[in-house]
């Protein structure tokens, strides 16, 4: 099948959290690593997180810095890339901040009922709003549904990036080419904290494991990259 490579990105505590139980959102990472990950924006065509994710952070998934952006128009390209959000129910708030900022429009990927209920949410959008599409990927919706719609809209590079439910659905389906991991140097120790993943059936296992392809100190973070796909595998 024709599908975007596919790299999924977290920043987790050493016990796997990904947030704590506070109303703010977790520090995990620094300003080093952060730049990375907005170099790694950069280089991807759409980036994607669960709609717990939109509902907790409300991220803007935006590329931060002027000079990338600069980058990417002068290869002809969005200045951001295109938002993708998972859901089941459908339930999104249409004034959450990654529906309303970018260039480059969303697509809301539900099934069942949850399309229905996206597109009323979204039926009616102020002109000069960025579009937002809802698409029908299967109730429930599935990797290989997104993907092929992504690579559909010309996506060849897909950046996931959270939260634990979606790290869960992308690294069960055996469709994700590379993990990195940045490392915080400290616990969490919430039995409540959101985990980096949940239980399932994961491909990388003790019988076939990642390849670790690169281990980093960014100041006191530790980044981790891992291939997942047939070249790491070889
Ligand atoms: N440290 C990091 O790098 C990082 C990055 C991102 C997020 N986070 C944290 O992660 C936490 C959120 O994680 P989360 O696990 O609660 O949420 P999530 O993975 O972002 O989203 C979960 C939602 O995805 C939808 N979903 C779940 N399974 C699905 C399936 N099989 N098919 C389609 N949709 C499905 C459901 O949406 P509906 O309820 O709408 O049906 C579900 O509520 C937050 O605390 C956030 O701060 C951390």
Known sequence: MDRPHTILSCAVSVDGRIDDTGPERLRLSNEADFAEIDELRAQCDAILVGAGTLRNDDPRLL??????????????????????????????????????????????????????????????RPGGLPPVDVVDAGDPPTVEAIQADLAARGVRRLLVEGGGRIHTLFLTSGLVDE??????????????????????????????????????AVGDIAVLRYRLDAEGAA
């Open 63 to 124: 590329v931060r810095s002027e000079r990338l952006r600069a980058r990417r128009r002068e290869r002809g390209l969005t200045e951001n890339l295109l938002k993708a959000v998972v859901t089941r129910t459908g339930d999104l708030d249409p004034g959450a901040r990654l529906f309303t900022t970018g260039d480059a429009g969303a697509v809301v990927y539900t099934g069942g009922d949850g399309v229905g209920r996206a597109r009323d949410r979204f039926a009616g």
């Open 179 to 216: 993990l990195r991991l940045a490392v915080a140097p400290f616990f969490v120790g919430e039995a409540d904290a959101p985990s980096f993943v949940h239980p399932g059936a994961f491909t990388a296992t003790p019988a076939a494991p990642m390849r670790l392809v690169e281990a980093r």
